[in-house]
């Protein structure tokens, strides 16, 4: 499958608390993007991260990207229960195609 | 306006009718994607246009047909699907550079489309 894995598939965690969730592909990885998906909703583009880049922050964000380990990582830090959402990580796959990871359902209990 | 709009919300529909779906931009973007989303599963590619001509099509069954009118919109119609096809139906935009390229660009998404087929 040409489909990212992403882990945890679920994470429970305590407002104020840090969420951390991984995604590693089989294939090679570039400009990796992350996307958050309310329930029911549409995807919403967090962050991307290119190839040059190891580490990249906005807001309570931090992403890191090993493209050597074909691996990249989510950080939320300090939660709040409206980051309760799925979490895709995204690689570009040929012209126009971006290969989704399995996704992480994250929970921030208030 | 940064906002991808999809009508209608919600559509039930049997096995018999023709529908359709709507989708539309106004950020000049000039790529536009059709995804399938199953229910805790990623989006699926199922098309993409590009200068409003067909670039990519996932080998999707020829009961769903793919138009994009103008660079705004695009529109699923939907013929004699089968209850696998219910799914969370999602359009997005973005600008067409190619994607692994040093300009990789975001796409936007709209709130998508719930088809259930009965």
């Known amino acids: 499958s040409q489909q990212g894995e992403e882990d945890p598939q679920a994470l429970s965690i305590q407002e104020g608390e840090n969420a951390t969730m991984n995604c590693s592909y089989k294939?090679?990885?570039?400009?990796l993007q992350w996307y958050r998906q309310n329930s029911g909703r549409g995807l919403v583009h967090l962050i991307l991260?290119?190839?040059?880049?190891r580490e990249k922050h906005s807001g309570r964000l931090r992403v890191t990207l090993d493209t050597s380990k074909k691996s990249s990582s989510l950080l939320i830090t300090a939660s709040r229960a409206a980051d309760t959402a799925s979490y895709f990580c995204?690689?570009?796959?040929?012209?126009?195609?971006?290969?989704f990871g399995t996704g992480t359902r994250l929970k921030v209990l208030a | 306006d940064t906002e991808v709009t999809q009508t209608p919300k919600h559509l039930v529909m049997g096995m018999t009718n023709k529908k359709s779906l709507k989708c539309e931009q106004h950020?000049?973007?000039?790529?536009m994607y059709w995804y399938k989303q199953k229910a805790k599963k990623p989006p699926e590619l199922m098309f993409v246009?590009?200068?409003?001509?067909?670039?990519i099509n996932e080998s999707v069954p020829s009961r769903f047909s793919p138009e994009c009118p103008n660079s705004s919109l695009l529109n699923l119609h939907l013929h004699a699907l089968q209850p696998e096809d219910s799914a969370l139906y999602l359009c997005?935009?973005?600008?067409?550079?190619?994607?692994?390229?040093?300009?990789?660009?975001?796409?936007?998404f709209g709130p998508g489309t719930r088809l259930t087929v009965t």
């Open positions: 991260i290119r190839s040059n880049e």
């Open positions: 246009y590009s200068y409003e001509k067909l670039s």
């Open positions: 995204a690689t570009p796959s040929g012209t126009y195609k971006y290969i």
């Open positions: 950020m000049g973007h000039r790529a």
């Open positions: 294939t090679s990885i570039n400009n």
């Open positions: 997005a935009s973005s600008h067409p550079g190619l994607v692994s390229g040093p300009q990789s660009y975001e796409q936007y």
